[in-house]
């Protein structure tokens, strides 16, 4: 199993659209987990970091479940601006590293 | 959120040359540095992590006397890819992280292109 997967997508939404995209992870001693976005022939930004208990940023929502080894993203009510490919990462792999899943690709349509 | 540098931001080089690209954190201290590679529309390839002040960590299959990492200080790391070729053409992007468990910061990357 690789550490961190992600469906690669793509993704093909409507605006206005929810989408949600789930990150699973092997390694349960993982610490920290973050959702990063990456515009085309761009470096990746951080989106926002993922806590026990869940946390929303205006549109985005990132959860985690330890028990099940996931972590998700959901976006709400989906805008042109959010096309972009979303990576998962995990920090806490057998070396310490941050692992970054392959991305989803999404893209919104008008 | 916090700044890192990386420099240049393009580069041509001829085959058998050698390149050095630089990766600073402008307000904070890194720890922790990675360099990625990401070959176009493929993810981000994990190269090496380099922990200042001590021999880089090399992912399997990754040279380490041709991709020389160096984290002399907490504030910068370079890479040089030794004696380029073709092949080595791609995006090199680094990354910094002030401590355990907290968020990288991504330079703005390096389109190398080897001819």
């Known amino acids: 199993r690789k550490e961190v997967e992600q469906d690669p997508g793509p993704f093909n939404v409507p605006e206005g659209a929810t989408v949600a995209f789930n990150c699973t992870y092997s390694?349960?001693?993982?610490?920290?987990f973050f959702w990063y976005r990456q515009d085309c022939r761009k470096e990746p930004k951080l989106l926002m970091s993922v806590y026990s208990s869940g946390n929303e940023d205006g549109r985005f929502t990132a959860q985690l479940n330890r028990a099940s080894q996931y972590i998700s993203l959901l976006i709400r009510d989906s805008k042109l601006s959010d096309s972009a490919t979303y990576l998962c990462v995990v920090y806490g792999g057998s070396q310490g590293n941050l692992i970054f899943g392959k991305g989803t690709k999404l893209s919104v349509k008008p | 959120g916090a700044v890192v540098s990386q420099h240049p931001s393009r580069v041509i080089c001829k085959s058998g040359t050698s390149v050095k690209i630089e990766c600073r954190s402008l307000d904070f201290q890194a720890t922790t540095m990675f360099w990625y590679r990401q070959f176009p529309k493929k993810s981000l390839m994990l190269m090496a992590t380099?922990?200042?002040?001590?021999?880089?960590?090399?992912e399997q299959g990754v040279e380490k006397d041709k991709f020389l990492i160096n984290h002399a200080s907490l504030t910068l790391s370079t890479l040089t890819v030794t004696s380029a070729h073709p092949e080595d053409s791609s995006f090199y992007i680094c990354?910094?992280?002030?401590?355990?468990?907290?968020?990288?910061?991504f330079g703005q990357g390096t389109r190398l292109t080897v001819v």
């Open positions: 390694n349960s001693a993982s610490q920290s």
């Open positions: 990354s910094a992280r002030a401590g355990q468990n907290t968020e990288a910061f």
């Open positions: 380099s922990n200042e002040g001590s021999k880089a960590t090399y």
